[in-house]
């Protein structure tokens, strides 16, 4: 196939030295310092693409007049600025834009294409309304449609963004890149196609068009990009708030067992009249580690335990060392001091115990008075007690609920432990600008529990 000077480039009997071709290629990358790395730098307040993609329109306008040859350019400069913005330049970031870098680069390939295959050489002066209009539609509307499919396509694919955002999405991510095409690329060809005769007479007219363009884009955009955004923050405030009373309410039955004063102080030992009051869904994810009573016989600092085992599963940690740590035994004291009253249950700090892996992980534990309880001669008294892991109660629940939503659980009060992370990544209780949250407070016994359910 024989070689074709670009449509808006010198012919091929006078190609540029190479001293023209690096400062083609310099202005290249800079137009992505310029236009690209401020726009990708911008935190979106949740799955909104920038309001232009003004680096689009520069890319189409310097491989139209410089040639397809410089497509590396558009590749590398794309590539590096999506890595330099993200807040840590990791390995997912950079294959992150390697990616998006494939649809950028179609997207201006396309529309370079487009304009050699469906626009005559004489008619590339566009001075006549049906090929600007032509040469318009093919390089800032048809051409975008391909950045915004590969992209959505390919963050769905990286768990990146959900799919139920996608459409959404790509209406925005469309909008941006024919916004930005359509305000820049004009005013570049201005500056740098070929024959100058033609193109530098229309800067001033181009330039007060493209600025018009560019107001009523951006008003279009914003207003569309704000309806969405309340849109989707009404969304998530309705989801975060059924998983904030799904997460109560699955702790407030983790107290059941204690809660029911009259039943516990029928019973000699907690047994499975107890154990079934339970709900099966919390016994199913293993929320619950230890499920029993305890008596000490007076004069002595030991304790005689009664342990049943609360999921269906082989046993877990042993009752009676977890009683045995330290940090509980100062809790078991004050619920048998406060005895079998409403409102008299104790619950401890959070704390780290081993699982079944091995893995340590935050755990609770939470006792109640038995009243008039009598399991040895000699004033034996008795607590009931319950263990149970706030991760693998919320786990459950965040999987039913079909969003990216996390959730953040923070010991607020008592005394020692204050401000411990019971459930959550860490970090996850300090709030961002950008990403929207809903705080509860919840009582867990008689501590004091904060629960953030933010947006993933």
Not at 265 to 274: F, G, H, I, K
Request: glycine share 10%.
């Amino acid at each position: 196939m024989p070689a074709t000077a670009p449509p808006f480039g010198e012919p091929l009997s006078s190609p540029p030295g190479w001293r023209q071709q690096l400062w083609r290629a310099s202005l290249l990358l800079a137009s992505y310092l310029l236009f690209a790395y401020p726009l990708n730098s911008i935190e979106p307040s949740h799955y909104v693409i920038g309001p232009l993609g003004l680096h689009m329109g520069f890319a189409i306008a310097a491989l139209l007049c410089w040639g397809r040859s410089l497509w590396p350019l558009v590749f590398i400069g794309f590539t590096g600025t999506v890595f330099l913005s993200t807040e840590r330049q990791s390995w997912d970031a950079l294959s992150c834009g390697l990616v998006l870098a494939v649809g950028h680069l179609w997207t201006v390939l396309s529309a370079v294409l487009m304009v050699e295959r469906w626009m005559p050489r004489d008619s590339l002066s566009l001075l006549d309304l049906s090929s600007a209009l032509r040469f318009l539609a093919l390089t800032t509307l048809v051409a975008p449609l391909a950045m915004p499919t590969w992209g959505t396509m390919a963050l769905i694919l990286l768990y990146q963004l959900p799919g139920a955002e996608g459409p959404s999405v790509w209406i925005d991510w469309w909008l941006s890149d024919c916004g930005g095409a359509l305000v820049t690329m004009p005013i570049a060809l201005c500056l740098i196609a070929r024959p100058r005769t033609i193109w530098r007479p229309r800067l001033f007219s181009v330039g007060v068009l493209s600025l018009l363009a560019t107001g009523l884009l951006v008003l279009t955009v914003g207003l569309s990009a704000r309806w969405d955004l309340q849109r989707q923050l009404g969304r998530f405030l309705s989801d975060a708030n059924a998983i904030a009373d799904a997460i109560e309410n699955g702790f407030r039955d983790s107290l059941t067992v204690l809660d029911t004063s009259q039943e516990l102080s029928a019973l000699d030992r907690v047994d499975d009249q107890v154990l079934a009051a339970l709900s099966r869904a919390q016994r199913r994810a293993g929320a619950l580690d230890a499920l029993g009573d305890a008596s000490q016989v007076s004069g002595s600092a030991g304790w005689i335990i009664h342990s049943l085992d609360t999921a269906d599963r082989a046993p877990g940690m042993q009752a009676a060392q977890l009683l045995g740590l330290p940090a509980l035994q100062a809790v078991m004291q004050e619920a048998m001091e406060a005895g079998g009253g409403t409102g008299s249950a104790r619950a401890s700090a959070g704390f780290l115990y081993p699982d079944e892996a091995g893995a340590a992980a935050p755990r609770v534990a939470v006792f109640r008075a038995l009243a008039g309880s009598s399991h040895e001669a000699g004033g034996a008294r008795g607590l009931a007690f319950a263990t149970l892991r706030p991760e693998a109660l919320i786990a459950p629940i965040l999987k039913a609920s079909g969003n990216a939503s996390r959730v953040c659980l923070i010991d607020a009060g008592r005394g020692p432990g204050d401000g411990r992370t019971l459930a959550g990544a860490p970090g996850c209780s300090q709030s961002l600008k950008y990403v929207p949250d809903i705080w509860r407070s919840l009582q867990f016994a008689d501590r004091q529990w904060r629960l953030r359910v933010y947006s993933g």
